[in-house]
């Protein structure tokens, strides 16, 4: 049996933070509002994603939703209802920084999608590196039908990760797409039956843990930063982090497994 960790009502009101093999799943709990986000529920979230970055026993984080129907349903209507100008900027702000600080953590996030991804819902997933979603979920940034605008990063994110133009449609009409249709248009890696999300997810947090450390962090910067430079500026970034990781010790290491064909064993260094 691996040691479980698990931290609950001690540390967290809105969230489950389960600490298993080197995976860390944060499973949003507030299902009865279909795991809606409110500020308090953002603030855990990036306690939870810095204490997981932070944490030696962590090589990947997996961020789900409580219950069968939602992976998050949007952000709390009755806050948004009542904001002005001002704190109508610093809730789209502390969303903005929350979800700035699952896409630049230096480990890998797989979002597991179940159910309903809407709003601040659909926005988290494109914050993280990978998603995954089972048949029933549901994706949309609905805000104009409410006469606001996605605010949590949707009108940057999703338009880089689909394009231009599918991305407005989907913003502009506030319709929302299913499971298949987010595969098509490349918003999701995989649709998965309900029961094999989690399983799937894992199994594929487990094949990167089986990677370089460095190699996996490397790569995830090279692709994160590299996305909003040049392309010249992107390979000159790639070449920069390519000569920094030979100087690794994960390098030796998998180099020299492979010319004795063997398994490395990378010490993460």
């Known amino acids: 049996m691996s040691d479980i960790e698990i931290f609950d009502a001690d540390e967290f009101e809105n969230i489950i933070l389960m600490i298993e093999d080197g995976i860390a799943t944060i499973t949003i709990s507030r299902e009865k509002?279909?795991?809606?986000?409110?500020?308090?529920?953002?603030?855990?979230?990036?306690?939870?994603?810095?204490?997981?970055?932070?944490?030696?026993?962590?090589?990947?984080?997996?961020?789900?939703?409580?219950?069968?129907?939602?992976?998050?349903?949007?952000?709390?209507?009755?806050?948004?209802?009542?904001?002005?100008?001002?704190?109508?900027?610093?809730?789209s702000q502390l969303g903005q920084i929350v979800f700035l600080t699952i896409e630049q953590?230096?480990?890998?996030?797989?979002?597991?999608?179940?159910?309903?991804?809407?709003?601040?819902?659909?926005?988290?997933?494109?914050?993280?590196?990978?998603?995954?979603?089972?048949?029933?979920?549901?994706?949309?940034?609905?805000?104009?039908?409410?006469?606001?605008?996605?605010?949590?990063?949707?009108?940057?994110r999703l338009p880089r990760l689909i394009g231009s133009g599918l991305a407005l449609e989907m913003i502009l009409t506030g319709d929302m797409v299913d499971a298949q249709e987010a595969l098509r248009i490349g918003l999701v890696n995989k649709v998965l039956p309900a029961d094999e999300l989690l399983a799937h997810a894992r199994e594929r947090a487990k094949t990167i843990l089986k990677r370089s450390p460095v190699a996996v962090r490397f790569a995830k910067e090279s692709v994160r930063r590299g996305a909003s430079m040049e392309?010249?500026?992107?390979?000159?970034?790639?070449?920069?982090?390519?000569?920094?990781?030979?100087?690794?010790?994960?390098?030796?290491?998998?180099?020299?497994?492979?010319?004795?064909?063997?398994?490395?064993?990378?010490?993460?260094?």
Do not use: H, W
């Not at 994960?250 to 993460?268: C, H, I, Q, S, V």
């Open 33 to 91: 509002k279909l795991n809606a986000l409110d500020n308090d529920t953002l603030e855990e979230l990036a306690q939870a994603i810095e204490g997981c970055e932070l944490d030696e026993n962590v090589g990947v984080i997996l961020i789900t939703g409580a219950g069968a129907r939602a992976f998050v349903a949007g952000a709390e209507i009755d806050m948004l209802a009542e904001q002005g100008v001002l704190d109508g900027r610093e809730n």
């Open 105 to 156: 953590c230096e480990k890998p996030v797989i979002a597991a999608v179940n159910g309903f991804a809407l709003g601040g819902g659909c926005e988290l997933a494109l914050a993280c590196d990978i998603r995954y979603a089972s048949e029933n979920a549901v994706f949309g940034l609905p805000e104009v039908s409410l006469g606001l605008l996605p605010g949590y990063g949707g009108t940057q």
């Open 231 to 269: 392309l010249q500026d992107g390979l000159n970034l790639e070449s920069d982090l390519f000569g920094m990781i030979s100087s690794t010790e994960d390098m030796r290491e998998g180099t020299k497994a492979f010319l004795e064909k063997r398994k490395p064993d990378f010490p993460g260094c």
